[in-house]
T-cell receptor, first 114, second 111 residues
Framework: DARVTQTPRHKVTEMGQEVTMRCQPILGHNTVFWYRQTMMQGLELLAYFRNRAPLDDSGMPKDRFSAEMPDATLATLKIQPSEPRDSAVYFC????????????FGPGTRLTVL | KNEVEQSPQNLTAQEGEFITINCSYS?????LHWLQQHPGGGIVSLFMLSSGKKKHGRLIATINIQEKHSSLHITASHPRDSAVYICAVRYSRFPAGKSTFGDGTTLTVKP
């Protein structure tokens, strides 16, 4: 049963700490997306990668957020230093080779920054 | 003004009713995406459209590129259809591939 996995599922941390969220895309999918969802802003696209190369990260605050794909089976989203306004659910999604394939979403990481 | 507008914001229906959720957008797009978010928070991709119509079970999605409008229809609605339905568009121009999301339509289907 192919699915996108995300870890951790929940994270509570103090302001100023580093947070790393991980995503394992579906095997064979070459495009990975990071989204953030808050009550105020709804869903927002933060960044996406194709074949491990970042294509667009314009939705991501550059000073504290970074996204990488060390290999085809792992995507990471890092926040350093974290702030209370970063509290949100962070979703990862992956998509197959065709750009018209639907995306498969992970269960999300619920981040709370105190 | 949001580049993607959904209507209605909230919708309550009786089981068995035919439901329509609308999405209008103001930018040039290469594709439109309908998502379903369950009460538990999980997100499922329903359809990706660039033209015409797609059908999957009781769900039908249509798009009119000229009118910049898409609709999601649910036939014979069921309480398990209760969820938030989100429309997202992918820009065709710079930044190509970037997506913008509507605010979602909260659907409640009562037995």
């Amino acid at each position: 049963d192919a699915r996108v996995t995300q870890t951790p599922r929940h994270k509570v941390t103090e302001m100023g700490q580093e947070v790393t969220m991980r995503c394992q895309p579906i095997l064979g999918h070459n495009t990975v997306f990071w989204y953030r969802q808050t009550m105020m802003q709804g869903l927002e696209l933060l960044a996406y990668f194709r074949n491990r190369a970042p294509l667009d990260d314009s939705g991501m605050p550059k000073d504290r957020f970074s996204a990488e794909m060390p290999d085809a089976t792992l995507a990471t989203l890092k926040i350093q230093p974290s702030e209370p306004r970063d509290s949100a659910v962070y979703f990862c999604a992956s998509r197959g080779v065709s750009s018209y394939n639907e995306q498969f979403f992970g269960p999300g990481t619920r981040l709370t920054v105190l | 003004k949001n580049e993607v507008e959904q209507s209605p914001q909230n919708l309550t229906a009786q089981e068995g009713e035919f439901i329509t959720i609308n999405c209008s957008y103001s930018v040039g797009i290469s594709a439109l995406h309908w998502l379903q978010q369950h009460p538990g928070g999980g997100i499922v991709s329903l359809f990706m459209l660039s033209s015409g119509k797609k059908k999957h079970g009781r769900l039908i999605a249509t798009i009119n590129i000229q009118e910049k409008h898409s609709s999601l229809h649910i036939t014979a609605s069921h309480p398990r259809d209760s969820a938030v339905y989100i429309c997202a568009v992918r820009y065709s121009r710079f930044p190509a591939g970037k997506s913008t999301f509507g605010d979602g339509t909260t659907l409640t289907v009562k037995p």
